[in-house]
């Protein structure tokens, strides 16, 4: 049996799930923002499960980040890297954003 990795959540990963709940609390719902936030909480305790089936986002392929992850759920994604023993959970995002603006914003190159 092999070693589950564990999740580490980066301090803007937690800061930007946080600004989606409050985002979707003032523009839609509190059950909706629930519901949004358990689906988030469910993929991302199953990352472990299939890690090598989320896509590396074509903006980052184009810039040599092959190491970063996207998974995406609705119209949200969930930015993550893996290793031998964790599961960093580097972003948790708005997909109508634009990535790209994102990265440099970040400076998700140096990372």
Known sequence: MRKKRKIIWAPIAVRDFNNLWE??????SLNNAIHIQNKLV?????????PGKNRVPPELKELGLMSIRE???????????FDKN??????VLDRRRD????????????M
């Open 71 to 81: 998974l995406i759920i609705a119209s949200y994604s969930i930015f993550c890297r």
């Open 99 to 110: 990535l790209e603006e994102i990265i440099f914003e970040r400076n998700i190159i140096e």
């Open 42 to 50: 469910e993929k991302i305790e199953n990352l472990e499960l299939y």
């Open 86 to 91: 964790t599961i960093d959970i580097i972003g």
């Open 23 to 28: 985002y979707i609390i003032e523009n839609d």
